[in-house]
């Protein structure tokens, strides 16, 4: 019987993980709220479910192994919400689970370093939401016996989510904001540490996800402009841009992220261990 992979909220990442699986002889169930996006998962071989909307019952009882990629809303995690039960019933024949964070939830550390054992002190109101959807897992795992696996990414980048269109067509900027880094990760890398996970199970473990080199984002802006041959847009400094709320939540916090524990445990050597090998490979790839 083929391993079976139920991927919840089936996104960017978790794709990046099927193609890895798919050619292994896996089976992955992926879930979507898009019925035109179930027509594109089912011509990538990849069986769509239709959720919220569908049971997912029959998928959580054939699954072996469950990736929610799922962030929390105001109401705290929805999956939980809607499946924790179901989960709990279906942990005793699951082989892994594993549950897509991000290393917004240790906060501002301006820009000093933490690892999967600094304590979590966000500062944004997703950072808060995201520590307590962590809890709400753990808790989970703790009464069902789930075999859970928390997985804090960074910023992800790669094919389609890369700065080169806005170099390109001229919007791209440089916001300066003194001693801010930011760490990031390639979607390729993200799968290939999920995977090395799935190989080696360690329920409880929590990975932080990224590559080895925090920098500024200026300076990520500047490289993409200078693989393209392209004018280095101007610098704006912080207090002086116009951003969303969004956009000016993720400079709220400065901080480097150690990532010593994948390649320790799981023997992880990241493809792309820099911003610079990452864009390299990217830029003569569509967006």
Known sequence: MSPTLLSIGHGYSADALARRLLPQGWHVIGTTRSREKAEKLRSDGI???????????????????????????????????????????????????????????????????????????????????????????????????????????????????????KVRDGTARRIIKPNQVFSRIHVEDIAQVLEASIARPNPGAIYNVCDDDAAPPQDVIAYAAELLGLPIPPAIPWDEAEMSPMARSFYAESKRVKNDRIKRELEVVLKYPDYRQGLAALKDRPE
């Open 47 to 165: 069986e769509p479910v239709i959720w919220p909307g569908d049971d997912l019952s029959g998928p959580l009882a054939r699954a072996t192994h469950l990736l929610s990629s799922v962030g929390p809303g105001d109401d705290g995690d929805p999956v939980l919400n809607a499946l924790e039960d179901q989960i709990a019933e279906a942990a005793s024949h699951l082989d892994w689970a594993g549950y897509l964070s991000t290393t917004g939830v240790y906060g501002d550390h301006q820009g000093g370093w933490v690892d999967e054992t600094t304590p979590l002190t966000p500062s944004t109101k997703r950072g808060h939401a995201r520590v307590q959807a962590e809890a709400a897992w753990r808790a989970l795992a703790d009464r069902s016996g789930l075999p859970l696996h928390i997985f804090r990414l960074a910023g992800i980048y790669g094919p389609g989510r890369g700065p080169f269109s």
